[in-house]
């Protein structure tokens, strides 16, 4: 049987931290022939991690100022030409794309012959910009919305959101984030850690991931306050002001895998955003992850996070915080290794091959009749 060949479009750099987009885009290419393409921008250069897996796919340029010039656009537009002409002329089966962001760069009406999914994994409209980009980025996305065949999202709420914003549609699957086979297979040397250490005094908590305008600074630094004993350790790339403070110490991005080898110092680990429209879509990577390794995990409440209650212990205030701090030397959790099992990017892919294969023959029928 012939191979689908899918046009895989992300609007993160390859070279970035591994996020959703990665994940998704490796599990894939084990089944199909993917082609990937991402936008590369040159202010996150510096960010970069995994520059040696450049040679992977293609990039679009992305020009300073297009979203808001229209010489920059005309710029970007020209720059990437090549780019627009080999998706309108391989002969892809499925158009991939994960975020509206990228219909800047390419027209979907040239394309609307294939099978277009959007994997939305962020809530696109509740980011930090100004009005007219979001009426852009608005705009965009019902376009995305309505021509796509299939439509996954990171979290239910999200699911719930763009059905809100562009009407009730059967195509829209919520398709949860999930941990790399290598993640769990370190969850499973360490599971029967799990009960030793919750009993540990907690000192070193850790964070990795992107840290930026939800971070909650203050919350740290009070505990910080209040604890003399406690450092925090942050580890990703960085688009936002750090405070200074001797027990907050940050780490550049590293690779996935050597996070595991990093984040092994970590006494505890910690997600402190603060909650807005933005965070409350997210489904965090970081949160599967964090449960690999045995170690007590805090972290701020909101809806979406309920599937972790029994691993994890929620705040909701700065001193309930440190309260779960300090009630985590003295309660064990559940393991969660059944839990991670369950939620692997392998399994993920799995559900996702059920569904292109169900749209493929939907697709086969039409043109039949």
């Known amino acids: 049987m012939e191979r689908l060949k899918i046009a895989y479009i992300m609007h993160v750099d390859w070279a970035w931290i591994k996020q959703r987009p990665h994940f998704i885009a490796e599990e894939l290419r084990k089944k199909y022939i993917v082609d990937i393409f991402w936008v590369k921008n040159f202010r996150n250069e510096l960010k970069l991690v995994h520059k040696g897996e450049k040679k992977k796919g293609f990039h679009f340029i992305k020009v300073p100022f297009s979203a808001r010039s229209k010489l920059s656009r005309y710029l970007e537009k020209l720059i990437n030409k090549r780019l627009v002409r080999k998706l309108k ?34 809530d696109a409209l509740a980011f930090n910009q100004k009005e007219k980009i979001k009426n852009n980025i608005e705009a965009n996305e019902k376009k995305l919305v309505l021509c796509s065949s299939v439509i996954f999202t990171s979290s239910n709420n999200l699911k719930e959101k763009l059905i809100f914003r562009y009407g009730n549609s059967n195509n829209q699957y919520t398709l949860n984030n999930a941990i790399t086979n290598d993640y769990l297979s370190f969850a499973r040397k360490k599971s029967n850690d799990l009960k030793a250490i919750n009993h540990k005094k907690i000192k070193k908590i850790f964070y990795f991931g992107t840290i930026s305008d939800w971070f909650d600074f203050d919350l740290l630094l009070w505990v910080l306050d209040q604890n003399k004993e406690i450092s925090f350790t942050l580890i990703g790339p960085v688009d936002t002001k750090i405070p200074k403070h001797p027990r907050i110490i940050y780490v550049n991005a590293v690779s996935h895998l050597e996070l595991l080898r990093m984040s092994e110092e970590a006494d505890a680990f910690i997600m402190p955003f603060k909650k807005n429209e933005l965070i409350d879509s997210v489904n965090p990577v970081k949160l599967y992850e964090y449960l690999c390794f045995s170690k007590p995990v805090f972290t701020v409440y909101y809806d979406e996070l309920k599937q972790f209650e029994k691993y994890v212990f929620f705040f909701k205030s700065k001193e309930e915080l440190l309260l779960q701090i300090d009630k985590s030397v003295r309660s064990s959790i559940e393991s969660p290794l059944k839990f991670l099992e369950d939620n692997t990017w392998e399994r993920k892919t799995e559900e996702i091959f059920e569904i292109i294969s169900q749209v493929k023959i939907r697709k086969g029928e039409k043109n039949e009749n």
């Open 89 to 122: 002329n391989e002969k892809y089966d499925i158009i991939w794309l994960t975020s509206p962001i990228i219909m800047q760069f390419i027209d979907l009406n040239e394309i609307s012959s294939q099978i277009i999914i959007y994997d939305c994994m962020d």
